[in-house]
């Protein structure tokens, strides 16, 4: 292998999706072509590559990449390059003229050595000193990252996600336990992890490669939804992934339980193998529940018959006998469970309850497992409600970046009764966490629809309940007439039922239309968000639409629909700021989602009037602005909220013209466009379809082919969930266990 030193002159072409890049290397003898996977590489970059040369046909002599490193530029040209790229924050074109004047081929030496001399130059003082040896010594770790992982095929865009995750401990965790990055870093499966591991000499049958392997089967498992897998198919799960014997596999997982690390549990003449956090998860629900459930309660001494009559003549309603048995079991129960589809009442039972329980005085909290459904529930009851883990006050550990609830058996929270909507989205864990923290005595009443999808995390934990007959549940099955009206509502029971639906009535408000390539369905997608729909029903093509994908890959997926979208829904202006980030445009004025809990992002209202923490999984904004200078998109979540996201941030957020249906849970929209098409048969389900249209308030728009919408409504499978919260809690119940 060759190696040769330069200054990338010119970046011809680069193919986001894979990295391959055509740049221009100079240095003091020539210039040179060089081609290869290069990701990360930007122009003015001082780098070293190895490799070797090949003729082209057409282009002639080039150099293919196998590897490159990033180097510290010597000469004054390419020291001005590196600090002016943007690498270094707080230095610009004309701060880094200005440094080199003073300092010359010195500057980086400078830099790193005695920083405080910076201040001899015109405009930097003691904070922009500080700023720029903290960027300076973060790249200089990076750096460092990309020299020890490269010989291992870890490309440098990798490189940059371990070194975010790890900081400057990446090196040394990775030679501890190269495992961690297939669990830690999405994208690096096990097999990369595993031929790290092996370079590093670790051997295939060794009791440490065999037993991460095991752990990490166990938690790809959580990704299903399960909350253990049996014994045999963890084993079947091992072996595939270890290609070792079933008798390594076996012995090492009685190994793992005998350290702690996993338990086994035997039911049924089963072995059930968990991970500890997720044993403990299960054992610690079931337990709660039955706790609670079986506290004894102050008498409110009312008549609740009295005081339903009282709520309903306040506020002009009427109550369907089972929304009456609903609010009595809330009164009397410690634990009740309250489903129904949509067009149910479970929002008026839950607002007589909380009417109730508050016209006697006790103290009534709400919470939902994300931002928009808690958004939503305070909506319609006109009271604060918190998302979970905000009601469980999340902090960090002590000298530690682990997140964890301060709310628990120590401090609880402090109500008498706890409301908590959309738990058929509430995991295992998030369940546990919520009930240790609620006292003995506090009422809890767990209100969802067990017809949607289940959680993203593991366990199936409102069906388990619901099945398990040990809690109360009242089901509202009543249509109310109003409802009736609409034929979202009456097609979401239909879909529940495996009914025809009734498709294109004059004047309603769900619609079918047919098309059969993924071309015209696109088409007819983009015609209708971008002019039908806002013409016809006067809706804002940005904030009233929404399109509900089922999968994010393909002509209809999520990605591309995004991205066609974009063209037509915010299109580039000339005073439009927009940067590009891999594959990608982010433009001001595009429709964005945050993809993952941040409960410490701080946000500022737009007039600095308020100012908070905490930004959620499936919070809808806006970009409100990019600056470039400071490399900082600002993005304004629910009309007032201002966020700052660093370019190296903006993994966390994702376009959201089109998102998934997946991600949709616990929010409303006013139209819900969702295209009909070939999906994986585990995306073509029932319950999918009915989570999608109950979804919106006013208007569905279905696209796409009638045989895959009848195939949905009949199939009626569901990935099978290995949890045993239901099993558990009849344990309880039959072998007398149930708490005084």
């Not at 095929?153 to 990055?181: F, R, V, W």
């Not at 009456?324 to 009164?331: P, S």
């Not at 069906?463 to 034929?487: G, H, P, T, Y």
Request: charged residues 25%; aromatic residues 8%.
């Amino acid at each position: 292998m060759e190696r040769i030193e330069g200054m990338v002159s010119d970046i011809v072409f680069k193919n986001e999706d894979n990295g391959y890049t055509i740049a221009h290397l100079a240095n003091e003898k020539d210039e040179v072509v060089i081609v290869g996977c290069m990701p990360t590489l930007s122009v003015g970059e001082s780098i070293e590559v190895e490799g070797k040369w090949i003729n082209h046909k057409i282009y002639g002599a080039q150099f293919e990449v196998n590897q490159f490193i990033p180097i510290t530029p010597s000469s004054l040209e390419g020291i001005y390059v590196y600090l002016s790229s943007g690498m270094i924050h707080g230095i610009g074109e004309k701060m880094a003229k200005r440094i080199i004047d003073k300092f010359g081929v010195n500057t980086l030496d400078i830099i790193q050595s005695t920083p405080e001399r910076l201040e001899e130059v015109e405009g930097i003082g003691d904070r922009k000193v500080k700023q720029i040896v903290k960027s300076y010594e973060e790249n200089r770790e990076l750096r460092n990252v990309i020299i020890e992982l490269s010989p291992y095929g870890i490309t440098p865009n990798y490189c940059l996600k371990i070194y975010k995750k790890y900081k400057s401990k990446a090196i040394e965790i990775i030679n501890k336990n190269p495992y961690k990055l297939a669990s830690d870093i999405r994208g690096i499966g096990f097999k990369i992890a595993d031929d790290i591991a092996s370079k590093i000499g670790i051997d295939k049958y060794s009791k440490d490669r065999v037993g991460q392997g095991i752990l990490f089967a166990l938690n790809q498992s959580l990704g299903s939804g399960h909350t253990y897998l049996p014994k045999n198919i963890l084993i079947q799960d091992s072996v595939k992934l270890l290609e070792v014997e079933p008798g390594i596999v076996d012995e090492c997982i009685m190994d793992l339980a005998y350290d702690q690390k996993i338990h086994i549990e035997k039911m049924n003449g089963e072995h059930l193998v968990y991970l500890i956090p997720y044993y403990m998860a299960e054992n610690g629900v079931c337990k709660q529940i039955i706790k609670l459930s079986q506290c004894e309660f102050d008498d409110l001494n009312i008549d609740i018959e009295k005081e339903i009559r009282i709520v309903e003549n306040e506020e002009n309603i009427k109550l369907a006998q089972n929304q009456i048995i609903a609010v009595k079991e809330a009164m009397n129960s410690g634990v009740v469970v309250v489903t129904g589809g949509p067009g149910t009442g479970k929002t008026t039972t839950i607002n007589t309850i909380i009417k109730v329980f508050e016209n006697n005085d006790k103290e009534v909290l709400l919470a939902a497992p994300t931002g928009r459904a808690a958004k939503r529930m305070a909506e319609t009851s006109s009271k604060e409600a918190k998302t979970i883990h905000r009601l469980l006050e999340m902090g960090y550990a002590t000298d530690s970046e682990e997140l964890l609830f301060l709310k628990n058996e120590e401090d609880p929270i402090k109500a008498d009764v706890v409301i908590v909507d959309e738990v058929s989205m509430v995991d295992i864990l998030l369940m546990y966490n919520l009930l240790r923290a609620i006292k003995h005595g506090t009422r809890v009443i767990l209100v969802g629809d067990s017809d949607q999808l289940p959680s993203v995390g593991a366990g199936n934990v409102l069906k388990d309940i619901i099945d398990s007959n040990v809690i109360n549940v009242v089901r509202l099955n009543e249509i109310f007439r109003q409802a009736q009206e609409s034929m979202i509502v009456v097609n979401a029971h239909r879909i529940n039922h495996g009914e025809p639906l009734f498709l294109n009535s004059k004047g309603k408000d769900f619609f079918f239309l047919k098309k059969t390539s993924n071309e015209d369905v696109l088409n007819e997608i983009i015609g209708l968000v971008n002019e039908r729909l806002p013409k016809f029903y006067n809706v804002d093509k940005m904030k009233d639409i929404q399109i509900l994908a089922s999968m994010r890959k393909g002509d209809l997926g999520v990605t591309n629909l995004n991205s066609e979208l974009q063209k037509y829904l915010n299109k580039p202006e000339k005073f439009k700021v927009e940067e590009k980030f891999q594959n990608r445009i982010l433009r001001v004025g595009d429709k964005v989602m945050q993809v993952k809990n941040n409960y410490t992002k701080k946000w500022e209202n737009e007039d600095q009037s308020d100012s908070g923490e905490g930004i959620y999984n499936g919070d809808i904004g806006y970009i409100y602005h990019i600056d470039k200078d400071k490399r900082n998109v600002y993005v304004l979540f629910d009309q007032v909220k201002i966020v700052s996201y660093k370019y190296d941030e903006l993994d966390e957020i994702d376009h959201s013209f089109c998102t998934t249906i997946h991600k949709s849970q616990g929010s409303e929209f006013p139209v819900v466009v969702i295209p009909i098409t070939w999906a994986p048969p585990m995306l073509l389900s029932r319950n999918l379809l009915y989570t999608a249209v109950t979804r919106a308030k006013k208007l569905v728009v279905l696209v796409g082919d009638v045989r895959y919408l009848e195939h949905m409504i009949k199939n009626n499978r569901t990935n099978e969930r290995y949890s045993n919260l239901g099993y558990k809690l009849n344990k309880f119940k039959q072998e007398g266990l149930l708490l005084k």
